[in-house]
């Protein structure tokens, strides 16, 4: 990126910011840069090697179905066609077909393919160009493909993108209906892979909240039929909007910790400038209204500064009860002053120091809220915030971010490591900080919670087994949050909702051995997929999101 386009986006970003925001945003700019030389460095890692891309080009799987890449064209420059064409016909599972349907004005498009001699080409120029979600579906019409996957029309794909696809469709315990990978960005026609995007597994609450899923999408013929082609209503979030679609209508996704999609930055891309498409934006609002409307869930949906990030703040209209078990009596009073309640809240207020299953098994309410000696919300809201997220039955227990006396990050959840090692999420981060690709500022579901200061929901806690109180802290967590996840249910951070930790909090996560053993023969083969909120490819020795 030239001089002059860095001042442009530093302006932008100046203005869209404040002063205070922009030092913020420049900090982690500048983090952003040090990943990107780490990734480029280590390439290696990321990518397979000719070698073994030879290999997957010999593989025979059991399952090989054709898979149509559909590509919506528009005057698409020279140099990027051939490449994403390249990139395509270049794969190492070849069952497959590229489906272009082609709005332009101009035969740009149509000459450039007619140059390729390749029988898995399908070419359609459209009568006229009626926008990118429609275009995509004539491609849809075109596709004759059991999956199909979409591909912008200035992306480029790796080589073994879809064999990555198809080997996770054949070794599924269930075949998923939606694959979605990690990505990465391309600078321009350079080649130079940057902002390596290693991403959760599925994650209801951050998909609400940001299309994290985005590239590289690959999804069954079965879903599309199901859930219906794109919505030019939503143009610009049509993507987001389809997964949403996806997902009411009970689709299976599947995340692949692999980049396997390269999307080009360049001047007129949104990954150059997201407010050169405001409108996307907002049709992204619309998406994730509609969304949790068909679901009846009251919410209020913003834009935040961060574009293409959104605040979800759901509604109370549902009534609850709730036990308090704070630690002493002083922080019971406490908590009473600094709790406000609805209409819908129904609050019962102890005093038990254990905080374990004797003391819940006596509450009568609905959900247990667990607050550990010298842990205090900051606003007043906080307990309507976190019943917010329970009236939808699948949460099984929410907490918030908890901050030092210096205002930096404890934790925002925990993530348990392949290896069975437990660590907090952003541990250090000032406040604030957005966290990688804003993950520390958005509500999203995580593997594990600390119950120094959580809301539980009490049919939850039964489900799962209770709390094995053979355990000390943070096997007691790691293995009772297992049991939840296998149960069905999920566990929430909301960074919105801050717990203010004065000085004594727990600093050590480190595992008894004798106690490491017990859950190693529970859980040692879940460990070894990764941590549902973290990623394989991100360092696992402190749960901050650096690169391996």
Same mark, same amino acid.
């Given at each position: 990126? %030239?001089?002059?386009?860095?001042?442009?986006?530093?302006?932008?970003?100046?203005?869209?910011?404040?002063?205070?925001?922009? *030092?913020?945003?420049?900090?982690?700019?500048?983090?952003?840069?040090?990943? @990107?030389?780490?990734?480029?460095?280590?390439?290696?890692?990321?990518?397979?090697?000719?070698?073994?891309?030879?290999?997957?080009?010999?593989?025979?799987?059991?399952?090989?179905?054709?898979?149509?890449?559909?590509?919506?064209?528009?005057?698409?420059?020279?140099?990027?066609?051939?490449?994403?064409?390249?990139?395509?016909?270049?794969?190492?599972?070849?069952?497959?077909?590229?489906?272009?349907?082609?709005?332009?004005?101009?035969?740009?498009?149509?000459?450039?393919?007619?140059?390729?001699?390749?029988?898995?080409?399908?070419?359609?120029?459209?009568?006229?160009?009626?926008?990118?979600?429609?275009?995509?579906?004539?491609?849809?019409?075109?596709?004759?493909?059991? *999956?199909?996957?979409?591909?912008?029309? %200035?992306?480029?794909?790796?080589?073994?993108?879809?064999?990555?696809?198809?080997?996770?469709?054949?070794?599924?315990?269930?075949?998923?209906?939606?694959?979605?990978?990690?990505?990465?960005?391309?600078?321009?026609?350079?080649?130079?892979?940057?902002?390596?995007?290693?991403?959760?597994?599925?994650?209801?609450?951050?998909?609400?909240?940001?299309?994290?899923?985005?590239?590289?999408?690959?999804?069954?013929?079965?879903?599309?039929?199901?859930?219906?082609?794109?919505?030019? %209503?939503?143009?610009?979030?049509?993507?987001?909007?389809?997964?949403?679609?996806?997902?009411?209508?009970?689709?299976?996704?599947?995340?692949?910790?692999?980049?396997?999609?390269?999307?080009?930055?360049?001047?007129?891309?949104?990954?150059?400038?997201?407010?050169?498409?405001? *409108?996307?934006?907002?049709?992204?609002?619309?998406?994730?209204?509609?969304?949790?409307?068909?679901?009846?869930?009251?919410?209020?949906?913003?834009?935040?500064?961060?574009?293409?990030?959104?605040?979800?703040?759901?509604?109370?209209?549902?009534?609850?009860?709730?036990?308090?078990?704070?630690?002493?009596?002083?922080?019971?009073?406490?908590?009473?002053?600094?709790?406000?309640?609805?209409?819908?809240?129904?609050?019962?207020?102890?005093?038990?120091?254990?905080?374990?299953?004797?003391?819940?098994?006596?509450?009568?309410?609905?959900?247990?809220?667990?607050?550990?000696?010298?842990?205090?919300?900051?606003?007043?809201?906080?307990?309507?915030?976190?019943?917010?997220?329970?009236?939808?039955?699948?949460?099984?227990?929410?907490?918030?971010?908890?901050?030092?006396?210096?205002?930096?990050?404890?934790?925002?959840?925990?993530?348990?490591?392949?290896?069975?090692?437990?660590?907090?999420?952003?541990?250090?981060?000032?406040?604030?900080?957005?966290?990688?690709?804003?993950?520390?500022?958005?509500?999203?579901?995580?593997?594990?919670?600390?119950?120094?200061?959580?809301?539980?929901?009490?049919?939850?806690?039964?489900?799962?087994?209770?709390?094995?109180?053979?355990?000390?802290?943070?096997?007691?967590?790691?293995?009772?949050?297992?049991?939840?996840? @296998?149960?069905?249910?999920?566990?929430?951070?909301?960074?919105?909702?801050?717990?203010?930790?004065?000085?004594?909090?727990?600093?050590? *996560? @480190?595992?008894?051995?004798?106690?490491?053993?017990?859950?190693?023969?529970?859980?040692?083969?879940?460990?070894?997929?990764?941590?549902?909120?973290?990623?394989?490819?991100?360092?696992?020795?402190?749960?901050?999101?650096?690169?391996?």
């Amino acid at each position: 990126m %030239d001089v002059r386009a860095l001042a442009g986006m530093g302006m932008r970003l100046l203005r869209q910011y404040g002063i205070k925001g922009f *030092y913020y945003r420049f900090l982690e700019w500048c983090s952003l840069k040090s990943r @990107t030389r780490s990734y480029r460095k280590n390439r290696s890692r990321y990518f397979q090697s000719e070698q073994e891309l030879r290999e997957q080009r010999r593989k025979q799987w059991e399952f090989s179905p054709l898979i149509s890449i559909v590509v919506p064209a528009y005057e698409t420059a020279e140099n990027f066609l051939r490449q994403l064409l390249d990139s395509v016909l270049g794969q190492t599972y070849e069952n497959l077909e590229v489906c272009i349907a082609d709005g332009s004005d101009s035969d740009c498009v149509e000459k450039i393919v007619s140059s390729y001699q390749d029988s898995r080409i399908s070419y359609k120029r459209l009568l006229k160009n009626e926008g990118i979600s429609e275009n995509t579906n004539r491609g849809f019409e075109m596709a004759k493909g059991e *999956y199909l996957g979409l591909l912008d029309h %200035d992306d480029l794909l790796t080589p073994n993108a879809l064999y990555e696809m198809v080997k996770a469709l054949n070794e599924a315990e269930e075949r998923p209906d939606v694959l979605y990978s990690d990505e990465d960005k391309m600078e321009g026609d350079s080649r130079e892979y940057c902002e390596p995007y290693f991403k959760s597994d599925f994650n209801e609450e951050l998909l609400r909240r940001n299309n994290y899923i985005c590239h590289f999408l690959l999804f069954s013929r079965e879903i599309l039929e199901k859930a219906g082609g794109l919505n030019s %209503d939503y143009d610009g979030a049509q993507d987001h909007e389809f997964v949403l679609r996806c997902r009411r209508n009970g689709a299976r996704f599947y995340h692949i910790p692999k980049i396997l999609y390269h999307w080009r930055i360049h001047a007129s891309s949104t990954s150059h400038n997201p407010a050169s498409k405001l *409108y996307a934006y907002e049709n992204g609002k619309k998406a994730i209204c509609d969304y949790l409307e068909s679901q009846n869930i009251k919410a209020k949906v913003e834009l935040m500064k961060d574009l293409g990030f959104y605040r979800v703040t759901y509604q109370r209209n549902k009534k609850m009860s709730v036990t308090v078990l704070a630690s002493s009596t002083e922080q019971l009073e406490q908590l009473k002053r600094q709790t406000e309640v609805s209409e819908y809240t129904d609050v019962i207020w102890h005093c038990a120091k254990k905080h374990g299953n004797n003391e819940i098994e006596l509450t009568k309410a609905d959900y247990i809220l667990l607050a550990s000696d010298k842990m205090m919300p900051e606003k007043g809201d906080w307990l309507e915030r976190l019943l917010a997220f329970c009236q939808e039955e699948r949460v099984g227990a929410v907490t918030g971010i908890f901050l030092d006396t210096r205002r930096k990050v404890l934790q925002n959840g925990m993530m348990v490591s392949t290896k069975g090692s437990v660590h907090p999420l952003f541990e250090g981060l000032p406040k604030s900080y957005q966290g990688y690709f804003r993950r520390a500022a958005v509500a999203g579901n995580v593997s594990t919670l600390a119950l120094d200061f959580t809301l539980l929901s009490k049919e939850a806690w039964q489900r799962a087994g209770k709390f094995d109180e053979s355990l000390s802290f943070p096997a007691r967590e790691a293995d009772f949050f297992a049991r939840l996840l @296998t149960e069905g249910y999920e566990a929430v951070t909301d960074p919105e909702t801050r717990i203010l930790c004065a000085r004594g909090f727990r600093w050590d *996560y @480190t595992i008894e051995a004798k106690e490491f053993q017990q859950l190693k023969q529970r859980w040692g083969e879940r460990w070894k997929q990764g941590d549902m909120a973290y990623n394989v490819n991100l360092c696992e020795e402190d749960g901050r999101f650096g690169l391996k």
